[in-house]
């Protein structure tokens, strides 16, 4: 019955992130843009996808620190609710207030990537299904997955604004549309995660069942501690660029339309998931944490040069290289804070991580609508990114070089 039910929750599980990171993309290419057209200013849409970040940060560690304890699958189901209603209230208000109300409560993701309490989970489940050696790999075709489908969602997303508002409807009225898209999309995850068997949950053992637990975490403490400040480090770095402020720089810098930045992303997205696969076969070689930094390195040069360049096919060619290698960390990544923590904190070690991320991301985007505010600033955020970036590279190898997963010491 066990590798019945792992046939079946694993294409599930996959399923899952293939939905959600299409709504998320569909959503992402023109959230910036709907929201200036219900009358926000740069500042205020920046302010709001701080909020978003923050309040994710916020219900992301409720919801992962006790999944281990009252059930991964309820925990799914109800950060898709939380998603669904996001969607709901951003189209039925134009409210500010009410705009940032349902940012800091619901799910809804600025940058096309994963927000909420589903990457961690989902992380925890699939580890709970699989033997540590296909652990890696098997992650990098859950991230291709995901990347296939926000590369999908970016294309549809964008074009289908493009359409409607070739066919007559008003922008603000083709944006709505991608938002009721969006909502939608939780409805359909809620039902999937209703699907998923009991082999997702953990059991703890007698020995850790008493041990004294802050945030979900009890030995693995100290290491998740300090993986959490190097990656909201990076995050913070991150969130200077979410892609929805990259398509507004696109935007204001070469007056393209919400379909040519679609198309651009469809082709970031695309090379990204391609190079999770790399990034699989190179960690076996080179182990998890040189694959992390030794690709991570170069694509943060990439991404510096961006805004140098003087024309938009040599802008977006630097912006395709960055993401030909850029992702290449993610699985590796999510790989290595599964195989350092016991199996019964791994929702919380995930979620404590994508906390710190979710926090450091936070901050930045209002600092962006800062910059894209000022003409002279404009491409400030990839230069701060890109050098921020570096800095976590250099952190990241100099303190993790040494601890090396189960799975590379045999």
Same mark, same amino acid.
């Given at each position: 019955?066990?590798?019945?039910?792992?046939?079946?929750?694993?294409?599930? /599980?996959?399923?899952?992130? #293939?939905?959600?990171?299409?709504?998320?993309?569909?959503?992402?290419?023109?959230?910036?843009?709907?929201?200036?057209?219900?009358?926000?200013?740069?500042?205020?849409?920046?302010?709001?996808?701080?909020?978003?970040?923050?309040?994710?940060?916020?219900?992301?560690?409720?919801?992962?620190?006790?999944?281990?304890?009252?059930?991964?699958?309820?925990?799914?189901?109800?950060?898709?609710?939380?998603?669904?209603?996001?969607?709901?209230?951003?189209?039925?208000?134009?409210?500010?207030?009410?705009?940032?109300?349902?940012?800091?409560?619901?799910?809804?993701?600025?940058?096309?990537?994963?927000?909420?309490?589903?990457?961690?989970?989902?992380?925890?489940?699939?580890?709970?299904?699989?033997?540590?050696?296909?652990?890696?790999?098997?992650?990098?075709?859950?991230?291709?997955?995901?990347?296939?489908?926000?590369?999908?969602?970016?294309?549809?997303?964008?074009?289908?604004?493009?359409?409607?508002?070739?066919?007559?409807?008003?922008?603000?009225?083709?944006?709505?549309?991608?938002?009721?898209?969006?909502?939608?999309?939780?409805?359909?995850?809620?039902?999937?995660?209703? =699907?998923?068997?009991?082999?997702?949950?953990?059991?703890?053992?007698?020995?850790?069942?008493?041990?004294?637990?802050?945030?979900?975490?009890?030995?693995?403490?100290?290491?998740?501690?300090?993986?959490?400040?190097?990656?909201?480090?990076?995050?913070?770095?991150?969130?200077?660029?979410?892609?929805?402020?990259?398509?507004?720089?696109?935007?204001?810098?070469?007056?393209?339309?919400?379909?040519? #930045?679609?198309?651009?992303?469809?082709?970031?997205?695309?090379?990204?998931?391609?190079?999770? /696969?790399?990034?699989?076969?190179?960690?076996?070689?080179?182990?998890?944490?040189?694959?992390?930094?030794?690709?991570?390195?170069?694509?943060? #040069?990439?991404?510096?040069?961006?805004?140098?360049?003087?024309?938009?096919?040599?802008?977006?060619?630097?912006?395709?290289?960055?993401? =030909?290698?850029?992702?290449?960390?993610?699985?590796?990544?999510? =790989?290595?804070?599964?195989?350092?923590?016991?199996?019964?904190?791994?929702?919380?070690?995930?979620?404590?991580?994508?906390?710190?991320?979710?926090?450091?991301?936070?901050? =930045?985007?209002?600092?962006?609508?800062?910059?894209?505010?000022?003409?002279?600033?404009?491409?400030?955020?990839?230069?701060?990114?890109?050098?921020?970036?570096?800095?976590?590279?250099?952190?990241?190898?100099?303190?993790?070089?040494?601890?090396?997963?189960?799975?590379?010491?045999?």
């Amino acid at each position: 019955m066990y590798l019945i039910n792992r046939r079946i929750d694993v294409p599930l /599980l996959f399923s899952t992130r #293939i939905v959600r990171l299409f709504c998320y993309e569909f959503l992402s290419v023109v959230l910036a843009l709907y929201l200036a057209q219900v009358g926000l200013r740069e500042e205020q849409i920046g302010l709001v996808f701080s909020l978003t970040l923050a309040g994710d940060a916020a219900v992301t560690l409720w919801l992962t620190t006790t999944a281990d304890r009252l059930g991964r699958k309820r925990t799914l189901i109800a950060g898709a609710l939380l998603m669904f209603g996001a969607g709901v209230v951003f189209i039925v208000t134009r409210n500010v207030a009410v705009l940032m109300a349902a940012a800091i409560i619901g799910v809804i993701s600025p940058s096309g990537n994963e927000i909420g309490p589903f990457l961690s989970v989902e992380q925890a489940s699939l580890s709970q299904l699989l033997p540590g050696e296909r652990r890696t790999h098997v992650f990098a075709w859950y991230n291709l997955a995901g990347s296939l489908a926000t590369a999908t969602g970016a294309l549809t997303g964008g074009w289908l604004a493009h359409w409607l508002q070739a066919g007559g409807a008003s922008a603000l009225e083709a944006y709505r549309v991608i938002l009721a898209g969006y909502a939608a999309g939780g409805i359909v995850l809620a039902f999937l995660f209703l =699907s998923l068997s009991k082999d997702i949950e953990v059991s703890a053992r007698p020995d850790v069942e008493t041990a004294p637990r802050s945030l979900g975490l009890h030995r693995s403490r100290p290491v998740v501690i300090k993986l959490s400040a190097l990656f909201s480090l990076d995050a913070f770095a991150g969130g200077l660029i979410v892609q929805s402020m990259i398509a507004y720089w696109f935007h204001v810098r070469f007056g393209i339309s919400a379909g040519i #930045i679609g198309s651009i992303f469809f082709g970031t997205n695309l090379l990204a998931g391609i190079s999770a /696969l790399l990034a699989a076969r190179l960690a076996g070689k080179i182990g998890l944490v040189k694959t992390m930094v030794f690709t991570h390195v170069p694509s943060n #040069i990439f991404l510096i040069l961006v805004p140098l360049m003087p024309s938009l096919p040599l802008a977006v060619a630097m912006l395709l290289l960055r993401f =030909s290698i850029s992702q290449m960390d993610v699985p590796t990544r999510q =790989s290595y804070t599964m195989a350092v923590v016991a199996p019964d904190e791994r929702s919380a070690a995930s979620g404590v991580t994508g906390i710190a991320r979710s926090v450091g991301a936070a901050i =930045s985007p209002s600092l962006t609508g800062i910059f894209l505010a000022s003409p002279a600033l404009l491409s400030l955020p990839f230069f701060l990114s890109g050098g921020l970036k570096l800095v976590y590279d250099a952190l990241l190898f100099r303190n993790f070089r040494a601890l090396r997963p189960p799975e590379e010491l045999r």
